[in-house]
């Protein structure tokens, strides 16, 4: 005969103990909702920025700068058809010389990037990463920004290639309405 009495304990401590940690998690959550309940009957706002205004570029030269030009120099291949149309859609965040040349596609089209194509044709992204490298000037209405632009090739298959880098100094103008705008920049060396 087998004694079956010494295996019923260790099965009826597995059972209490897994009923105490349940019990141990609905105390909890029903304690994490009272305490994070509302007091009214109103359902939170899920998860959205509505009635709220962002800024995602700022009113910092140097912000204004490194944003714009980030955008200017991340390139969707696959979906653009030169880099021209990454410069158009900062036409917001551009005046002068910038706003010009971003109103229009310039004719006739400036000779594409060499890579341009098998980039398409992979579904590659270039995204450009920018940040300040050096004394920023102001001069009244005028602000000189000097910037490191480092674009990499983010492959479809999550790898990334460094492409270039950029130094470049980048012509802010303030507006009428006390925001800074890019008016022009000039690459001043390359790693191309």
């Known amino acids: 005969m087998f004694d079956t009495h010494h295996r019923r304990r260790p099965t009826i401590a597995v059972v209490l103990a897994a009923l105490a940690v349940v019990l141990i998690v609905a105390v909890g959550t029903a304690v ?3 305490v994070t309940g509302d007091s009214d ?15 995602p570029v700022g009113t ?9 030009m980030a955008g200017v120099f991340t390139w969707q291949p696959a979906v653009q058809d030169s880099t021209w149309d990454a410069l158009h859609t ?3 965040q551009l005046t002068g010389p910038m706003a010009t040349a971003a109103a229009q ?11 341009w194509a098998a980039w398409a044709r ?3 992204t270039l995204t450009a990463v920018v940040r300040a490298d050096g004394d920023t000037t102001v001069d ?4 000189t920004v000097p910037v490191t632009i480092a674009q990499t090739v983010q492959h479809q298959s999550g790898q990334a290639t460094p492409y270039t880098t950029y130094t470049s100094t980048v012509t802010l103008k303030d507006d009428a309405e006390g925001e800074w705008k ?3 920049y000039r690459i001043t060396s390359s790693s191309l």
């Not at 596609?105 to 000779?111: E, I, L, R, T």
């Open 32 to 34: 994490a909702l009272w």
């Open 41 to 55: 009957d109103t359902p939170a706002a899920g998860g959205t920025d509505a009635g709220f205004t962002i800024d």
């Open 60 to 68: 910092d030269p140097i912000d204004v700068a490194t944003v714009v």
């Open 90 to 92: 900062q036409a917001g």
């Open 105 to 115: 596609a310039p004719s006739p089209a400036p000779k594409p990037i060499s890579e």
């Open 122 to 124: 992979s579904g590659d």
């Open 140 to 143: 009244g209405d005028t602000a």
């Open 182 to 184: 890019v008016s022009d």
